[in-house]
């Protein structure tokens, strides 16, 4: 069965800290890969995605994301965080029209 | 150019009754998917529509149904609410390519009491 797995539910961070928030997936097949955020209150926004290619996928805001086929992970990173980054991410998985969510990781950073 | 748009922001509706959720597409968008969005959960696929069709369904039970319009807009009807169905429900709107990638409107916040 395919599904995407986020390990961590919640992430508290100080802020200028750096993060990784991880994600996994099963899948027997090829898959796209994406992280999207969502800020409260407000819809969801695509942060970075990966189709093919480069293994390291850089995003909007400063964040990045590695893809590893032999581990089937795709956690993001990014260096140095900022207040503005708290919100909740998702790790979501892309075959044949079939799009997964994973149940998503809430940042929080603090001051 | 407006993204994708979402009517109405939120609605209070009783056990037993029926809804319909609205969704605009992103301008040159084709495919309009739907999501219900828990609380503290994750968006789960609720089903997509291309050329007016349905082609995608998620494990959603049949009081779920939709509509794409000739001009790519879309509805979402529940009937029989149950209080389950408390939900943010999310449209997102896409093209054939890439892949994958979709634009979402804000969501529309339904309560059923």
């Known amino acids: 069965a395919q599904s995407v797995t986020q390990l961590d539910s919640q992430v508290p961070v100080f802020e200028e800290a750096p993060v990784e928030l991880r994600c996994n997936y099963s899948s027997s097949v090829s898959v796209y890969l994406f992280w999207y955020v969502q800020y409260p209150n407000q819809g969801l926004q695509l942060l970075l995605k990966?189709?093919?290619?480069?293994?390291l996928v850089k995003g909007i805001n400063g964040f990045e994301a590695e893809f590893n086929k032999s581990q089937t992970s795709f956690h993001l990173r990014k260096p140095s965080v900022h207040i503005s980054d708290t919100a909740e991410y998702f790790c979501?998985?892309?075959?044949?029209?079939?799009?997964?969510f994973g149940a998503g990781t809430r940042l929080t950073v603090k001051p | 150019d407006a993204g994708v748009t979402q009517s109405p922001t939120h609605l209070i509706k009783t056990r037993g009754q029926q809804v319909t959720l609205r969704c605009s597409p992103k301008?040159?968008?084709?495919?309009v998917s739907w999501y219900q969005q828990a609380l503290g959960q994750g968006p789960q696929f609720i089903f997509q529509y291309y050329e007016e069709e349905e082609r995608q369904r998620g494990n959603f039970p049949d009081r779920f149904s939709g509509h794409q319009f000739p001009n790519y807009s879309s509805e979402l009807n529940v009937n029989a609410l149950l209080l389950g169905d408390s939900a943010l429900y999310l449209c997102a709107s896409s093209t054939g390519t890439p892949a994958g990638e979709q634009y979402f409107g804000p969501g529309t916040r339904l309560t059923v009491t």
């Open positions: 979501v998985f892309y075959n044949n029209n079939d799009m997964r």
């Open positions: 990966y189709l093919s290619g480069s293994t």
């Open positions: 301008s040159g968008h084709d495919t």
